[in-house]
């Protein structure tokens, strides 16, 4: 009887086996991960911003010089202090300051005088934290005025359109050398008070007295909104006869 062998077999060897799943598992894990976003720099909202840097802010006097009467304030000076006023108001600018000349010839008679100048300047629209006296060095002179005035501020935009590159060259994803420098030009051009690119407002005080109130309600539970308005109503209301 004769015994057919075996077909000869290749076995892998193990430790190649191994190597060879790891690797496989490897690959399909990262085909499974999602790659890793990037994201790009604001490249154009930097640009735009060094233009804004440049807008240029200056503080400038509105000042006017007021002869110290021992009877007070004129009426040419009284309507020089409206006018004043007014030109304060559209500046929004922060204070108005009356300095009195000390050390001139009638001491006396200019503090009087720049007390009744701070009470018109408020009678005519200034409120009264923002109206303040001070005192300057008249150095002996005998006809020192009162000096009244504020300080307001000018902007200046940059000068745009200097230089212009190929503005279809955008291979780069650069943005060209005007680009903000229309906005930052508008900006100065047609903001309302300048010194608001500066430093923010001064803040108005709290209410007190409406702070009180709503707490006292809240703790007795009761509503601590204001009441209804009934004539606040989207409705079309009738012709006067």
Same mark, same amino acid.
């Given at each position: 009887?004769?015994?057919?062998?075996?077909?000869?077999?290749?076995?892998?060897?193990?430790?190649?086996?191994?190597?060879? !799943?790891?690797?496989?598992?490897?690959?399909?894990?990262?085909?499974? &991960?999602?790659?890793?976003?990037?994201?790009?720099?604001?490249?154009?909202?930097?640009?735009?911003?060094?233009?804004?840097?440049?807008?240029?802010?200056?503080?400038?006097?509105?000042e006017i010089l007021l002869v110290a009467h021992a009877a007070g304030v004129s009426g040419?000076?009284?309507?020089?202090?409206?006018?004043?006023?007014?030109?304060?108001?559209?500046?929004?600018?922060?204070? !108005?300051?009356?300095?009195?000349?000390?050390?001139?010839?009638?001491?006396?008679?200019?503090?009087?005088?720049?007390?009744?100048?701070?009470?018109?300047? !408020?009678?005519?629209?200034?409120?009264?934290?923002?109206?303040? !006296?001070?005192?300057?060095?008249?150095?002996?002179?005998?006809?020192?005025?009162?000096?009244?005035?504020?300080?307001?501020?000018?902007?200046?935009?940059?000068?745009?359109?200097?230089?212009?590159?190929?503005? &279809?060259?955008?291979?780069?994803?650069?943005?060209?050398?005007?680009?903000?420098?229309?906005?930052?030009?508008?900006?100065?051009?047609?903001?309302?008070?300048?010194?608001?690119?500066?430093?923010?407002?001064?803040?108005?005080?709290?209410?007190?007295?409406?702070?009180?109130?709503?707490?006292?309600?809240?703790?007795?539970?009761?509503?601590?909104?204001?009441?209804?308005?009934?004539?606040?109503?989207?409705?079309?209301?009738?012709?006067?006869?």
């Amino acid at each position: 009887m004769t015994h057919n062998p075996m077909p000869p077999t290749f076995s892998m060897p193990l430790v190649f086996r191994a190597g060879l !799943i790891g690797a496989v598992l490897v690959g399909l894990s990262a085909c499974a &991960t999602p790659p890793t976003p990037t994201v790009a720099p604001p490249l154009a909202g930097l640009e735009a911003n060094q233009w804004r840097d440049k807008i240029k802010i200056t503080g400038e006097p509105d000042e006017i010089l007021l002869v110290a009467h021992a009877a007070g304030v004129s009426g040419n000076q009284d309507d020089a202090l409206r006018a004043l006023v007014g030109r304060w108001l559209s500046a929004e600018a922060r204070e !108005i300051v009356v300095s009195a000349p000390v050390g001139g010839a009638d001491p006396a008679a200019a503090g009087r005088m720049a007390a009744q100048v701070r009470n018109r300047l !408020i009678m005519y629209g200034a409120p009264d934290p923002r109206v303040r !006296i001070a005192g300057y060095d008249a150095a002996g002179r005998s006809d020192a005025p009162l000096r009244v005035g504020f300080e307001y501020f000018v902007a200046e935009g940059p000068r745009c359109g200097d230089t212009w590159e190929n503005l &279809t060259a955008t291979r780069n994803n650069q943005a060209y050398g005007n680009f903000g420098c229309a906005m930052a030009a508008n900006l100065a051009a047609q903001v309302a008070n300048p010194e608001d690119l500066l430093r923010p407002r001064d803040s108005a005080p709290a209410d007190a007295g409406r702070r009180d109130t709503v707490l006292g309600k809240y703790r007795k539970g009761e509503v601590t909104s204001s009441a209804k308005d009934e004539q606040a109503k989207g409705t079309i209301s009738k012709a006067i006869n």
